[in-house]
């Protein structure tokens, strides 16, 4: 029987010349599987004839955008997920879920094979084949940008020799990844850390400096999920994708940073995550008005240690769920409103209302009705520095 090959399809030049390619080396069936999370851009259709056109045996588009929002956006949501403090973990978020996908069809199809197109040097590689190995690990795979040492010249020079059905000068200068949770821009005049990014390379965000009329939008939570804007129920690509032109409309949710990579580099990379950071922005201040102290501040640690393992393509592991656990029993109160106030690039909150609210107003007060006993402080206070004040009286003794 011939060999079959699942290729992770994205319709652009790198991956489409990865189809005879592979069919040849391996002298095998390629079957392409592009998966939508989102992205937008080209329609699917596009991308299923393309795949086709370029000698694939099979195409398969699976809309995977409800699934992407509410399984794992949602969850890094509820994590407050920020890698090294900043970035939403656009692209980490998605490989997990184009790696499910791909093992389903590789069962589905009888593969024996399984390939990507990221090359050698970043952390999607390493996100792919932990993945794989976890959920499908007889399986074989093959990148050929890496295992083959494909560059873009090879593979403009390869797609014209076979004429094969893609503009080869339609690839821009930079590394794009985009999906619902936002867009990773790097390469190009991005890699000389002193020049700034220009204006060109955004998609999903107006420049905060441009005068827009500021936009006000409540986020209602249920259990650590948003679930409505301003009333309005919505599901969760809904509720994403609608904050995304809000949000990034007020030039919301840009980030550029220079990060830490699993694989040893420092990279430079452009974020825009406008849902993303107006979403996680809300969700941790209703986490600041329902959660106990403690729990909150212990879950900054679990919450850190999640995005990691997400950032380093640990999705399918038992610390990862024994961490979501622990996220998800702290969401059992975290349900209310959040009014958060959009301009110039930045979600503000100006108003908190939940339910399940600690903050107890005759407890916090200033004015009359305080129910604080004061009394009580003095002695809490003395308590409380008895363990210092003992160790300076023996340094000073
Ligand atoms: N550095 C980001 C990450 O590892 C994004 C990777 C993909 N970026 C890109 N521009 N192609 O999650």
């Not at 699917?44 to 795949?51: F, K, M, Q, S, T």
């Not at 007889?138 to 494909?150: E, G, Q, S, T, Y």
């Not at 204006?199 to 986020?219: K, L, Q």
């Not at 804007?229 to 990034?248: F, H, S, V, W």
Request: contains cysteine.
């Amino acid at each position: 029987m011939t060999e079959r090959i699942v290729l992770a399809y994205s319709g652009g030049l790198d991956t489409s010349v990865a189809i005879p390619y592979l069919a040849e080396q391996f002298d095998a069936e390629v079957i392409a599987v592009a998966i939508d999370a989102g992205q937008g851009g080209e329609d699917l259709e596009a991308v299923h004839d393309r795949a086709l056109g370029c000698g694939a045996v099979a195409a398969e588009v699976i809309d995977a955008r409800e699934e992407f929002a509410a399984e794992y956006c949602y969850p890094a949501v509820s994590a407050n997920a920020l890698y090294m403090d900043r970035y939403p973990l656009v692209s980490a978020l998605s490989r997990p879920l184009i790696v499910k996908h791909l093992a389903q069809a590789a069962e589905k199809h009888d593969a024996t094979i399984v390939s990507h197109g990221c090359t050698g040097k970043g952390n999607d590689q390493v996100r792919f084949e932990a993945g794989l190995a976890a959920l499908a690990p007889d399986l074989k795979i093959v990148a050929p940008a890496r295992d083959f040492a494909w560059t873009r010249d090879k593979a403009i020079v390869f797609a014209e020799e076979k004429n094969l059905p893609i503009d080869v000068t339609a690839s821009s200068p930079y590394s794009i990844d985009q999906n619902l949770w936002g867009r990773a821009v790097e390469t190009g005049f991005l890699e000389d850390l002193w020049n700034a990014p220009i204006e060109d390379i955004y998609s999903y965000s107006h420049s905060p400096a441009e005068p827009a009329d500021p936009d006000e939008v409540i986020v209602t939570f249920d259990k650590g999920r948003p679930v409505a804007l301003d009333g309005e129920t919505k599901t969760a690509y809904q509720l994403i994708d609608e904050l995304n032109r809000r949000a990034g409309a007020q030039g919301i949710g840009r980030i550029d940073m220079v990060e830490d990579r699993l694989v040893g580099i420092k990279s430079r990379e452009v974020y825009e995550s406008p849902a993303g950071i107006a979403l996680i922005t809300a969700h941790m201040e209703l986490e600041a008005v329902t959660l106990e102290r403690e729990q909150a501040r212990f879950k900054r640690t679990v919450d850190q240690r999640w995005g990691e393992m997400v950032y380093d393509g640990l999705w399918f592991s038992p610390l990862k769920n024994s961490l979501e656990s622990f996220i998800d029993d702290t969401q059992r109160h975290v349900s209310g409103d959040i009014r958060l106030h959009m301009q110039h690039g930045k979600a503000t909150v100006t108003g908190r209302h939940s339910h399940q609210s600690l903050y107890d107003f005759n407890l916090a007060t200033y004015d009359e009705g305080d129910s604080f006993k004061q009394e009580h402080a003095r002695g809490f206070v003395e308590l409380w520095s008895l363990p210092a004040k003992l160790a300076y009286a023996r340094q000073s003794n």
